[in-house]
């Protein structure tokens, strides 16, 4: 409903614990903002693996009742990301597949670049496709690859594909994890008692009681066994580059994300961006929830008062019927009203962490209007996203992307609003302290890493 | 899943619109957050009454579909709380009756002190219950009234009762609303181009770009036709009480309830209570999300910065499994996380609004502790919660509030806190500004209006 | 989906068993022809009674889960039967009523004359009505009766209505059943060892291992308690009026019905219909189930073979889409197809129970010659149904019913069948051998027992 | 719930008809005693392929809602047959696949001998299984054939398996349909005006007033597309083994199964049945529905008069909850009830198809007994079933079948028979005219086409 980029996926996996399931469905409840389209589990007690997937929110797909139909003492779990289109079961993780080597599962959070031509050539050789989702290719390569040990044939897999993933699987007695090379998305190794665990954000670890051991890191493979954890590095190292998004909104403000914590960072960046663009005003008014930190950031740093001025509505699901008398700014209100009290005369500061389309924002900036604003001066904590992702993020074509449109003048104009200051490229740097960690700023950039979806250079595919 | 007092009910009433169930719905939208367990819409095309109701939240029951079986110029609508325990599609509301005087609809927000005896009265006199709602008690003596006219039979109804009630009634062609003498619950007046709506807070006006007129005065009964409204005023007079905790806690921030912005007297309150409980501290942070204005305001006032360090989870729902290999403050854990980055080493004032039995409080001291907290300061913005209530608010038994049964100190304690401070009584009344309006605080003081529901002094029933 | 008469209603209820609940349940599935569209179960404890309602089969609203929150000794079941149009949840029974002489629950099968003017009385004496069915109006009637005895009260509110009523009543610790005065409804007694019943239909003895004792009589209410059971007899006494129908279609073939094997009657209409109508043929063929017996006896009687010439898909539910691409017998052939082997080149005799609108037994005179029959013989086992019923039976208007607007060989140019032959109506009385028993047939002769339901000549009101 | 072999499947495919969907939903319906676990139609609109599968029967699963979502011209569907146990939506049918020669959908009836056998090797090749389901493994041979023609890829695949199958498979653009060469299962060939179908049995095409063409012969492939109808006939010649259980139990008596009436067989199973083992008695009573058509033979035969001294309860579905009160006869009582009147003194044959553990059957002889009958006569339309089939038709284990463990006598013990009478081999072979069609006897033979399953001899695999 909101105009936002989304997150596609979250990951959970935990190897050695009585609970294993009761402790991934609590891990994924954590990690819900993730995902909320779909969500399972897959558990194995070392001699049968068992699996339920469902549409909707962890809460919805499992109870009491479904969480003991998976016993088992390792488990692998996954949330899925809500789009309005084609949201099937079907694709619903993690991915369960009979191979010759035995039963496997994938949990998989990112987007393969070459999956069409992977896909395409593993049909060629009569491979069947039952889903829509790259994670699937995975399950085929792994299934293919004739190496004798369960790690060597992952990595043959992994060898295969470029993109993004942080993938968690599991067979009977092992549970496996692995990063790509440029580590886009996060994937953090912890401990509760005597399990492992590998998962999205360290507040998964926090609900479960685990303990925060380090990131998996890019381009590393880790292998959970009764040995304990082996960790292999079957790839060139590449300079890191992950999102940078995550820290501008996607994470969630107590996770701590590529090392650092979120909330510090987003925190920061509101600072930064007072720097960069400070106005006279009387209060500093957050796009709740996401921009509540940098909006916090921004009044400490500009001394102007912040205040709750726009109040969210958590009841909102998926649909709502307008009415006939069409209401201005439908979708926004039913999720945010303003308040006059403490709007009403204001020159206010609006603080968001991003603008897509626009549209959005241009509803926010009239509410504030008709709540009484004398002034309203839209800051966003992120630079303008003028370039679509293809490592794991849903997000609009260029086309879509108002910033790629138009220049920062215009968008004002289209947004009605006073002023309009995005954080500037290098204050997200100097904010973020880019140094051992590189960033993916291809959104703001186009500066991709392994270049666009459609110029793939090809990957070597001999092997089958 | 946390530990409050709970709102018993929300109302809405339109009269005079083409989409009179759509607007209901929306309107039962912006008023979620005062009953989650059923809600339902009754509406009138002047021939005809229909009804849906459900249990859950409005977007689930109503859709197009129900929504298009509820055609109609006319409609109430009305949303209820959620208890664990007896909670039946036969106690949502609106009530519908037929009677000798033709169809009519019920939605009730408050408590009737005298409904067993009225009901044990009106069964001795043949009438059948097939609810436990005290609002079944509106329609039975209204069924009975002899009255030739319709505002005559309601207000015959009301004479009978003692209590708590913010009523909108539905009859063919007409929309009535009434509120008691006290004025316990909220209600206002409000216009949507051609049409009159009455509802509990103004949030739901905001919602359909409806336009506040004033309050539906205490004691005032009014009746919408196609002659206008008629205020009717059957009641001698006296000193209002409205309700505090809809200040302190229920209403929306964005509502404006008893004529003052909710907002304002929130941050009022945290102002005050920085003024009476100031200690060094190195930041502030709210419970969220009730505590989060008062937070504000005592942050203001004292200097401390406000931070965001408790995170909350908004999809939590109704019930989670909790592992045997049990996790500290679980409850509170799924809703809320600390944030180390904010917390490591601080001095922390919390602001709540309140502590019912206080095992969530000492929870969440228990989390922030976890988290890093130095010291841990918990700031209530209310006075100490003493007394249950019997007009619409869901408490547990005096024996179960720990205020009842505690010094201030021995609370302290229990919350293992380094401090513990409540507003003052006198503190509350000035931030309120105590004057034109009185409010009920009877949980606080044990000041009940009408008394305790075991010493009702009885009421004239004669006239059956 | 078939044209017929359709009976209202099953009552089941027992007395002191450590199992009501689910002997209620199984009573239910056994009378479940009686009713599909709704079912319920109240239990009591002696404590506490418990209702669980449903709409749809008993086997779909009651499993193991439904049947534990019934706990009690006694209790009282209902099943309804399923019309396309106002089928609600509220109008599921047992009736349950709060009264000021304690609780108590309703299931009846039957009509009643006047209930609309009752109702009407009632209304004007303040009562307030819940749903549209008789049923509530005994609630209300008892519910005001000043009688101090229980059996008492129950007698003062059947005293005020006239119709057709086979009632089951249940307090905390008694259970009631009453018959009308003209009896036209079944209702039998039993016991399953100390445990008394009392049911509609024998078949429900028959499934929990029950003995049948004897018939409720016409006229007698009975009250079960810890002292045993006591019969009353309120009412002069009338000639009894047994529904006719109850043998020709209703009651299940198995069944016991007011004293004669309902197999043993039906085949006997078959027997006398052969009598009355022979006719050259090769084969009889049934429409499947409720010809069937009828069919034997036609057969034994006239020596034409029998033979299973339709056979009955009974996957049938409520609705199927028709294609586009009409289907000639849309709906009888999703239900029946006719069998060429049996018919091809035959003279056929169908045999049904009886016709109401026609129109299906044109569709499957068309079928039979469609699949080779060279001649088609309709023969049906009830003489013309020329009038509708008030006594518990679901009739179309006179105006649908084929046979009250046409004469019998207009009929059978309308079924295009070769020739039509009803059973006469002294064949009826001779077949059910009339006599210390006398029938209630308005529905074929129009001589209704207590009028039609337009000219009621009023009841004695005046005690409320 | 009874105890009986089970078929395992329908099949349904239809080709060039603009309501594609509709027609197999009701062809479905037709089929549904095929199977009432799970169902599922894909649709081609000759440009994109849809699927929709769910559990339940037909017409739970789809509605005019899930109908509008498949659009197209051709369609095949599947019913699968109800178990107790693994029965989950993946197993539903037919089975899409995407290869690299495009989408493509099985729905199959029938069971591979040598599955196991070439699932392993597939997966040694590195595919992966989604499934338990046989028919998984057509669509993976299929997507591995290198041919370049459509139809030699579906032959390259059949020829890599044995056993039964009959399948019919739809690409965008064509439908095939393929029966093995012993023709196990039914399949026949009809038409829809200018549509071509392929269902199981005749009944369907009845449903749909489509034409009965002609069998789909044993070993005969066919294609339909825009050209017309192809046949092939890639298989070597065998004597067909035609299942002959679709004549004793399975198929719809309505329908023409193998050339033959199944009506016009069973009836002469009955027959022949009395002329083998009569006795003297007074009525014929049929196990209802399936015993009626050869308990009418025996009537026929015997001059005994047929009587329904068994009525069913058609409104039984999975479970029910037994008291703890033990029922006799509990499981059979919920589905039969004996008619005293037509039993009471009666010497009574009773005739069933088949006896397969015999727990049902004794019940029966019991509550015949309970009910009266002076001498119990069993007589079974098949012989003795003592071996397990693995050709589409789900049977107990040898150990639980009763005829392979014990003799005739001791069975008619087992049972409180007075006398059990099996139709001979000799007999059954008689009725059926054994000639052109010889069928498949397994069952009482042991003599199985292809060996057992754990015989294989093993198939060229080698073109891998």
Not at 187 to 198: F, I, M, T
Not at 359 to 381: C, Q
Not at 453 to 459: H, K, M, Q, Y
Request: with cysteine; hydrophobic share 40%.
């Amino acid at each position: 409903m909101f105009d936002k980029f989304r997150e596609e996926c979250g990951v959970f996996g935990i190897y050695n614990h009585p609970e294993a399931a009761n402790l991934s469905y609590l891990g994924l409840h954590a990690l819900q903002h993730r995902g909320q389209e779909s969500a399972g589990i897959v558990t194995s007690d070392e001699v049968q693996m068992r699996t339920h997937l469902g549409m909707g929110l962890v809460q919805e797909i499992f109870d009491e009742d479904t969480l003991e139909t998976l016993p088992g003492i390792h488990a692998i779990g996954h949330v899925r990301y809500s789009t309005t289109g084609a949201s099937h079961l079907k694709n619903a993780q993690p991915f369960f597949a009979e191979t010759a080597h035995g039963p496997i599962a994938f949990a998989h959070n990112g987007n393969l670049k070459n999956a069409a031509e992977v896909r395409h050539r593993l049909e060629e050789y009569g491979s069947i496709f039952q889903t829509t989702m790259d994670t699937e290719v995975f399950a085929h390569l792994y299934a293919r690859s004739h190496k004798e040990k369960l790690v060597d044939r992952l990595i043959d897999a992994l060898r295969k594909v470029q993109g993004a993933y942080s993938l968690v699987c599991l067979v009977e007695k092992r549970l496996l994890a692995a990063r790509d090379p440029f580590g886009f998305r996060p994937l953090v190794l912890g401990r509760v008692r005597d399990a492992w665990v590998v998962t999205s954000e360290t507040c998964a670890l926090d609900l479960i009681e685990g303990e925060y051991v380090r990131d998996v890191e890019p381009g590393e493979v880790i292998m959970i066994s009764s040995k304990g954890l082996e960790s292999f590095r079957p790839f060139a190292k590449v300079e890191p580059r992950q999102c940078i998004f995550e820290h501008i909104y996607f994470a969630r403000p107590d996770s701590v994300v590529f090392g650092r914590s979120v909330y510090s960072v987003r925190q920061e960046f509101g600072r930064q961006l007072a720097r960069e663009h400070g106005v006279p005003a009387d209060v500093v008014v957050p796009v709740p929830d996401s921009g509540i930190v940098a909006a916090l950031g921004y009044s400490e740093e500009s001394g102007v008062p912040f205040a709750m001025g726009l109040i969210r509505n958590h009841y909102v699901g998926r649909t709502f019927i307008e009415p006939e008398q069409s209401i201005r700014h439908f979708g926004v209100k039913l999720k945010l009203n303003a308040v006059r009290g403490v709007l009403e005369g204001k020159r206010v500061v609006v603080v968001d962490d991003s603008i897509v389309r626009g549209t959005t924002s241009r509803k926010i900036v009239a509410m504030l209007r008709d709540a009484g604003a004398a002034e309203v001066h839209v800051r966003i904590s992120s630079p303008p996203t003028c370039f679509p992702c293809y490592f794991g993020i849903d997000t609009p074509t260029r086309a879509e992307l108002i910033a790629a449109n138009q220049q920062v003048a215009e968008i004002a104009q289209f947004l009605t609003a006073d002023s309009l200051g995005y954080i500037s490229h290098q204050g997200l740097e100097k904010a973020t302290d880019y140094g051992p960690y590189v960033y993916c700023d291809a959104c703001f950039t186009g500066n991709y890493p392994i270049g666009g979806r459609d110029t793939a250079e090809g990957v070597q595919l001999g092997l089958f």
